[in-house]
T-cell receptor, first 117, second 111 residues
């Protein structure tokens, strides 16, 4: 059973371009979470999705950022018109159920390191 | 707002000693707390979960406690080894089901 797969591992974009980060959850997992991490800082929650639904996007900037988790295919975190301040590591995690209900842990991918030049 | 705080950014100890890391939570009462390990350039890896009705949980050289009166969890690594050097993250569930993380404590175990 493969773990959470994120791609690409490294992404370089020029200011103003779009960045698309992909996350394939573990098999059987229907809950996906995206986090952002700056060097020497903790994981900052961005968005929580279930298949075809956004459950909580309270941590995601209102502009330029969007996320989806379609019925088929990976979850996508999309950043439009990137700026230098978007440079960070973006981690995706998945769980088989709502961690609050099933007391299950989250399984993390290895992250995508976005560099905006 | 709900907060998870890990007071120590870094902890340096000698090999063989016990490392103790602290996690405090404010403005809510989580049903459980989780601890993760993160190595440089990699995603966090789950270590232990402790429920509010559990005082203590152990796994090999790891021990976690949960004190709902103090609103605190302690994470212990006994007989520490240089391979234990990593950043350790405490997490609890937010009101919508997402996991909220502390900033982490970077542990360095010197031989």
């Amino acid at each position: 059973n493969a773990g959470v797969m994120q791609n690409p591992r490294h992404l370089v974009r020029r200011r103003g371009q779009e960045a698309r980060l992909r996350c394939s959850p573990m098999k059987g997992h229907s809950h996906v979470y995206w986090y952002r991490q700056l060097p020497e800082e903790g994981l900052k929650f961005m968005v929580y999705l279930q298949k075809e639904n956004i459950i909580d996007e309270s941590g995601m900037p209102k502009e330029r950022f969007s996320a989806e988790f379609p019925k088929e295919g990976p979850s996508i975190l999309r950043i439009q018109q990137v700026v230098r301040g978007d440079s960070a590591a973006y981690f995706c995690a998945s769980s088989p159920a709502n961690p609050g209900q099933a007391h299950t842990e989250a399984f993390f991918g290895q992250g995508t390191r976005l560099t905006v030049v | 707002s709900q907060k998870i705080e890990q007071n120590s950014e870094a902890l340096n100890i000698q090999e063989g000693k016990t490392a103790t890391l602290t996690c405090n939570y404010t403005n809510y009462s989580p049903a459980y707390l989780q601890w993760y390990r993160q190595d440089p350039g990699r995603g966090p890896v789950f270590l232990l979960l402790i429920r509010e009705n559990e005082k203590e949980k152990r796994k090999e050289r790891l021990k976690v406690t949960f004190d709902t009166t103090l609103k605190q969890s302690l994470f212990h690594i006994t007989a520490s080894q240089p391979a234990d050097s990593a950043t350790y993250l405490c997490a609890a569930r937010g009101s919508q089901g997402n996991l909220i993380f502390g900033k982490g404590t970077k542990l360095s175990v010197k031989p």
